[in-house]
C-alpha cells in the first residue's frame, strides 16, 4: 500500500540587481555570450569578491515577506566542484549558515489560504551556460558565462507537500509575491526561477522513502508534470517489485519521463569551505527595520482585502493581489462607484483589453472617467452596449464619459409622453403576451420590455420602462 | 657618469633623485646592468627592461617641469611573480600559468605605479608561493646570493636576492606563513608582513586567503616606510582591507624604548633553534634591555602545534585557491581535444610536486572523516594560537622571536626535518593575523646572514619599525667580490 507522495522544493530565484552578486558586471539579458564579464566573474587569479549589498537588501526583503528568521551573522561558503561553467572551481553560497530559516509560502486559492512550509533560504551566484551542439559534428560545447555571477536566492521547502498541483501552487504563489515585491523579475523562460523536486513515495512498509531529485525545471507545467511522471515511474518499479533509490534525475518533456542523471551515492563530495575572501554577512536590526518599513502588503493579502471589501470573486480578487497598478488604480476608483462589481467586470474585461497592457497608471481613462462610465450605466442612463461603444474612445481620449454620450446620441433619456406612446403601441401588437401576462405569465413582462426598449432604438431608460409597463399593465385590471 | 650605489638605502636613493644628483633613468640603466650581472643567482623571471626605462624618462621629466613626483618617483622596484601586472607576464613560478598575461593590474601594482615607482621586473617564487626554498619554482632555480650553494629561502626567494644584491630598491613579496621574512633572514635583507589586511590582497595570487599578505623587502629597515605608506590603505576590490592609519596621529616619535615591553620566549619554547641563533636573540635581547625596554618572559602555544595547524589549514584554502586552474580560460591547457574531465586532469597534472602534495592534502582534510577531524583541531588551534597572541600584545608592546631555527640551508639533499621546521617560528604570527618583521643581524662566521624576528600589535607597524631599527645590522652584500660569491 503506498502512502501520499512527499514533495519538498528547491527553488533558485534570481535576484533584481542591475549588476552580478560579486563585481559590477551587468545581469541584464544579452544574446552575446561572455560579453558581460570581467576577471573577477571569469576567475582570473588574483580576484576577490565585493558583495553587492542590494542583493542583500532584497534577499532580505523576501525573507521578511516570507516571514522567516533572518540570521544575524550568516557564512559565506565554498561549494567545490569541477565543471566548465564554474570558472573558480566554486561557487560562493552559504551553507553553513544560511540567510534565514524558516519561514513560509502563503498559498491562496479559491479555497482558501494554506501556507507552506520553509526551511531556509540563502544567496549564492550562478554558474555560467554550457551549450551543446554548437558546431555540426556536435564535438564542442560552447561555454557562456554571462550568468556567471549572476545573484540568486535559493529558497528550499519543507518536504511537506502531497501533491504535484500543489507544488506547483507554491511556486507560483511564490513566483507571484516575489515579482509583486520586485525581488525578480522572474522571466521564467530567461531561467529566472528554477526548480528542483525532490520526490518521495513512503511505503506502508518502508516509512523514510530514498530521496528522488529532480533537477532544473523551470517552468510550472514541466514541475507538475514532472512530479506525476516521477510518481508513475517510482509506482512502476515497486508494483514490479523493483526499489527505488536515492538519485538525481532530469525531465525529458517532449516524452512526459524523468531519467537518470547521476546516482545519490557518486555525488560529487563539495567540499564546503568558510569563504576566506569575504568577511561574514551581518544584518543589522536597522537593516531589518528599513527592510520591514518598506514592505508592502503582499499579494494573496491584497486579494483577501478585496474578496473582503467589495465581494468579489477569488479570480477577479487574484488579478486584482497581481498587478499593482490595477490595484492602486481600483483602489482609487472603487469607494467612489455605487456598483463595484460592474466597475471590476468592465476594467478587468473591456478596459484591460482596450489597455493592451498598458500599465494602468498610464491610461488617459482616469478612474474618476470609469466611475463616471459606470454610474450612467447602474443608473440606466446608458446601456452597457453603448459604454463598450465609447470605450475605445475613452480609454484615449481623457474625455468626460456623460459630455461624450451625449455627444454622440447615446443617452438613455426619453419624454414619458413619448415613452407612453411606446409602451401603448407594444401593448397593442403584442396582445398575446398580454394576455399570457394576465392569465399569470409574469415572465413575459421581460419580454415586453425588451420591445419597449427595441422600438426605443436603445434610448429608453429601462428603469422608466418598468415601470410605465408596469403601470399601464396594472391600470387595465 | 658615475656608477650609483645600488646597495644605498632606499631613502639615500630617493634624496639623490630628489636633488638631480641621480636620474631616474641613470638608475633604472645600472639597476637592470645589475640584474643581468647578478642573474646567476636567478632573482629574476622577467625583466621589464624597455617600459622600466621609458617609466624612468617620464618621471625624470616630470621632475624636469618640476611637477610633483610620487614619494617613490624612479625607485626600481621588483614584484614577486605572484602579483598580476598587465604590462608582464605572471606564471606564479607554475607550468599551469606559462604565458599567462593578466587582464588587470593588482592594487598594490597600481599604488607603486602612483607612487612614481619603476617596476624593474618579476621575480622567482616558490610555485604558487608554496614553499621555503625557491626551489619549486617551475622555470628557475634561485640560489642564495651569500653561498650559492645554500637556497635563498622562499617563496618569495627572487624578490629577497633581488633586493640584497642591490637588482631592486626593493621588492614586494607576499606572506602566508613566512615567505617574506624568511627568505629576508636568509639572504640579510630587511621582511615586513604587515598585519593581515594592511594590504590590499586584490591581484596577488591567492594560496591561502586566510593568511596571505603582501610584504616588503628592502636594504634598511628605515626603507620599509615609503613603500609601507605608498601601498597601505584600504581597498574596495579587497573587502578584508582595514582602514587604521599606518601611523597613530599621536606624535609618539622618537619612541622612548623605555617604553616599551618585550616579550622574551623561555628556552624550552626555542627549542630547535641553532646555538648561533640563540645566542644572536640572546644579544638582541641584551641590546634592547641596554636602550632601556623592559624585556618580560613570556609564553605562547607550542609552535609545533601551530605549524601543524597552519599546514592544515592553509592546504584546504591551496586547494581551493587552485581549483581554477583547469586550462579552459588562459594558462597552460593539455588535452585539447579530450572531453572536459581527462582536459582537467591532464592540465592540472602539470602542478610541481610541492602543489600536488600540498592539494592532496587539503582535499584529504576536507573529504576524509579523519582529514575533518584534523581540521576541526587545527581550526581550534588557529583561535588558541590567535587569542594568546592578542592576550599577550596586550601586556607587552612586541615580541621577540627567531625567524627560523637555522640559518640558509644548502640547495641540495636538504634534510626533510629541516624543509618541514623553516616556517616553525613564523606561522604564529601568520595564523595571528599580526605584523610581524625580519631584521638582519649581520653575518655567522660562515658568512652567513642572521636575523630575529619581532611581532608586533594588530595595525601597530609603526611601532614595530621604531623598534627593529634599534637592533637592526644590516648585511652589505656588495662588501664582498664577486669573485667570491659565484
Known amino acids: ?477 | 657618469m658615475p656608477s650609483p650605489n645600488l646597495t644605498a638605502p632606499l631613502t639615500t636613493l630617493a634624496q639623490a633623485l630628489h636633488t638631480g644628483a641621480l636620474t631616474a633613468h641613470e638608475l633604472t640603466e645600472a639597476t637592470l646592468q645589475q640584474i643581468q650581472a647578478t642573474q646567476p643567482y636567478e632573482a629574476y623571471l622577467y625583466v621589464n627592461r624597455a617600459p622600466a626605462l621609458a617609466w624612468a624618462q617620464q618621471c625624470d621629466a616630470t621632475r624636469a617641469r618640476g611637477a610633483m613626483t610620487g614619494c617613490l618617483a624612479g625607485l626600481p622596484i621588483a614584484l614577486k611573480d605572484n602579483l598580476v601586472t598587465q604590462e608582464m607576464p605572471t606564471t606564479c613560478g607554475s607550468r599551469l600559468l606559462a604565458g599567462y598575461q593578466a587582464p588587470y593590474d593588482a592594487t598594490v601594482v597600481t599604488r607603486l605605479r602612483d607612487a612614481g615607482a619603476v617596476l624593474v621586473g618579476k621575480t622567482a617564487l616558490d610555485e604558487f608561493a608554496m614553499g621555503s626554498t625557491s626551489q619549486s619554482c617551475a622555470t628557475s632555480a634561485p640560489k642564495n646570493p651569500w653561498d650559492a650553494a645554500r637556497v635563498p629561502g622562499g617563496s618569495s626567494g627572487g624578490s629577497a636576492i633581488a633586493v640584497a644584491t642591490g637588482a631592486a630598491a626593493a621588492a614586494l613579496g607576499s606572506d602566508t606563513g613566512g615567505s617574506v621574512r624568511q627568505p629576508a633572514a636568509f639572504c640579510g635583507v630587511v621582511g615586513l608582513k604587515p598585519t593581515y589586511g594592511r594590504l590590499s590582497r586584490f591581484g596577488l595570487v591567492a594560496f591561502a586567503s586566510s593568511f596571505d599578505q603582501v610584504g616588503i623587502l628592502s636594504r634598511y629597515v628605515a626603507d620599509v616606510e615609503p613603500v609601507l605608506l605608498a601601498l597601505a590603505g584600504p581597498d574596495p576590490c579587497d573587502t578584508t582591507t582595514h582602514a587604521a592609519p599606518v601611523f597613530s596621529p599621536s606624535p609618539s616619535f622618537p619612541l622612548h624604548l623605555a617604553d616599551c615591553r618585550i616579550g622574551v620566549l623561555p628556552e624550552a619554547w626555542l627549542q630547535g633553534v641553532e646555538p648561533e641563533l640563540q645566542q644572536t636573540l640572546e644579544r638582541t635581547r641584551e641590546e634592547l634591555a641596554a636602550h632601556g625596554a623592559t624585556c618580560v618572559p613570556v609564553t605562547l602555544p607550542p609552535p609545533r602545534e601551530a605549524l601543524t595547524a597552519y599546514q592544515a589549514l592553509s592546504a584546504v584554502e591551496a586547494m581551493s585557491n587552485l581549483a581554477r586552474y583547469d586550462g579552459l580560460r588562459y594558462g597552460c591547457a593539455k588535452a585539447l581535444t579530450q572531453p572536459f574531465d581527462a582536459r582537467v586532469s591532464q592540465t592540472r597534472a602539470e602542478f610541481g610536486n610541492e602543489a600536488k602534495c600540498r592539494l592532496l592534502w587539503g582535499s584529504f582534510l576536507l573529504t576524509d572523516p579523519a582529514g575533518h577531524e584534523l581540521l576541526c583541531r587545527a581550526r581550534a588551534v588557529w583561535r588558541q594560537v590567535h587569542d594568546a597572541y592578542r592576550t599577550l600584545l596586550a601586556e607587552v608592546t612586541l615580541v621577540l622571536l627567531p625567524v627560523t631555527p637555522s640559518v640558509a640551508f644548502p640547495r641540495l639533499d636538504t634534510p626533510p626535518d629541516t624543509l618541514a621546521n623553516a616556517d616553525l617560528f613564523t606561522v604564529g604570527a601568520s595564523l595571528a593575523g599580526l605584523p610581524a618583521i625580519s631584521v638582519p643581524r649581520g653575518l655567522n662566521a660562515q658568512g652567513l646572514p642572521l636575523a630575529v624576528q619581532l611581532v608586533g600589535r594588530t595595525f601597530d607597524e609603526a611601532t614595530l619599525l621604531r623598534v627593529a631599527q634599534h637592533v637592526e645590522q644590516p648585511c652589505h652584500w656588495s662588501e664582498r667580490s664577486a669573485a667570491e660569491l659565484l
Open chain 1, 1 to 477: 500500500m503506498t502512502a501520499a507522495v512527499v514533495i519538498g522544493l528547491e527553488i533558485h530565484v534570481q535576484l533584481a540587481t542591475r549588476s552580478k552578486l560579486f563585481c559590477k558586471c551587468p545581469t541584464a539579458l544579452t544574446t552575446t555570450p561572455n560579453s558581460q564579464l570581467c576577471p573577477i566573474c571569469a576567475g582570473h587569479p588574483g580576484t576577490l569578491p565585493r558583495l553587492n549589498t542590494e542583493a542583500i537588501r532584497l534577499g532580505i526583503r523576501a525573507a521578511l515577506a516570507l516571514e522567516a528568521r533572518v540570521a544575524p551573522v550568516s557564512s559565506w561558503d565554498r561549494k567545490h566542484y569541477f565543471y566548465p561553467d564554474l570558472p573558480k572551481g566554486y561557487q560562493i553560497t552559504q551553507h553553513h549558515t544560511p540567510l534565514a530559516c524558516g519561514g513560509q509560502i502563503p498559498v491562496w486559492s479559491a479555497h482558501g489560504l494554506v501556507h507552506v512550509p520553509l526551511t531556509e533560504m540563502h544567496l549564492e551566484e550562478d554558474a555560467g551556460k554550457s551549450a551543446h551542439g554548437v558546431d555540426p559534428e556536435d564535438r564542442l560545447t560552447g561555454i557562456d558565462l554571462n550568468r556567471c555571477g549572476v545573484p540568486l536566492l535559493e529558497i528550499v521547502t519543507a518536504p511537506t507537500l502531497h501533491s504535484a498541483k500543489d507544488a506547483s501552487a507554491a511556486a507560483q504563489n511564490l513566483h507571484t509575491l516575489l515579482c509583486a515585491l520586485g525581488i525578480t523579475t522572474g522571466h521564467m523562460q530567461a531561467g529566472q526561477m528554477r526548480m528542483d523536486a525532490n520526490v518521495s513515495c513512503p511505503t506502508g512498509v518502508t516509512p523514510a522513502a530514498p530521496r528522488v531529485e529532480i533537477k532544473n525545471l523551470n517552468s510550472f507545467r514541466f514541475l507538475e508534470a514532472a512530479i506525476d511522471a516521477e510518481c508513475r515511474r517510482q509506482a512502476q518499479v515497486q508494483q514490479a517489485g523493483g526499489a527505488i533509490h536515492a538519485e538525481t534525475r532530469g525531465y525529458d518533456p517532449r516524452q512526459n519521463v524523468t531519467f537518470a542523471m547521476r546516482d545519490k551515492e557518486s555525488l560529487p563530495d563539495y567540499r564546503y569551505l568558510p569563504e576566506p575572501d569575504l568577511p561574514a554577512l551581518v544584518v543589522t536590526p536597522e537593516m531589518l527595520s528599513r527592510a520591514r518599513d518598506t514592505l508592502p502588503p503582499l499579494p494573496h493579502q491584497v486579494g483577501q482585502h478585496y474578496q473582503r471589501t467589495w465581494n468579489l470573486p477569488f479570480a477577479q480578487a487574484r488579478s486584482i493581489s497581481v498587478a499593482p497598478d490595477l490595484e492602486h488604480y481600483l483602489a482609487a476608483a472603487l469607494p467612489q462607484t455605487n456598483a463595484p462589481q460592474l466597475l471590476v467586470n468592465l476594467a478587468l474585461n473591456e478596459v484591460a483589453r482596450l489597455a493592451n497592457g498598458r500599465p494602468w497608471n498610464r491610461l488617459p481613462l482616469g478612474p474618476a472617467h470609469l466611475v463616471a462610465l459606470v454610474e450612467l450605466i447602474h443608473v440606466g442612463r446608458l446601456s452597457h452596449t453603448s459604454a463598450k461603444a465609447l470605450l475605445p474612445c475613452l480609454i484615449e481620449g481623457g474625455e468626460e464619459p456623460e459630455l461624450l454620450a451625449a455627444e454622440r446620441g447615446l443617452l438613455q433619456q426619453l419624454d414619458a409622453q413619448t415613452l407612453d406612446k411606446l409602451v401603448a403601441q407594444v401593448l397593442a401588437t403584442e396582445a398575446a403576451a398580454v394576455a399570457r401576462y394576465h392569465l399569470g405569465k409574469l415572465e413575459v413582462f421581460g419580454f415586453l420590455v425588451g420591445q419597449v426598449m427595441k422600438l426605443s432604438g436603445g434610448r429608453a431608460e429601462p428603469r422608466t420602462v418598468q415601470a410605465a409597463l408596469c403601470q399601464r399593465l396594472t391600470r387595465r385590471t
